[in-house]
């Protein structure tokens, strides 16, 4: 395998293996998900609090 190689694979090992599950999982419970309103406040909070 090449170095050029090795970023690809370790991408599509993180798809699989991080993304893929997790696009599954909210596809079945798309109840799951944090509203994105609530997500920004959090974010916005955090970093007022840095």
Do not use: C, K, S, Y
């Not at 079945?28 to 959090?42: K, L, M, Q, S, T």
């Amino acid at each position: 395998m090449t170095v050029e190689r090795q970023p690809d694979v370790a991408f599509e090992r993180w798809l699989r293996e991080e993304v893929v599950p997790v696009a599954i999982a909210m596809r079945d419970e798309p109840g799951r998900a944090i509203p994105i309103d609530r997500v920004f406040d959090e974010l916005r909070q955090f970093h007022e609090n840095l």
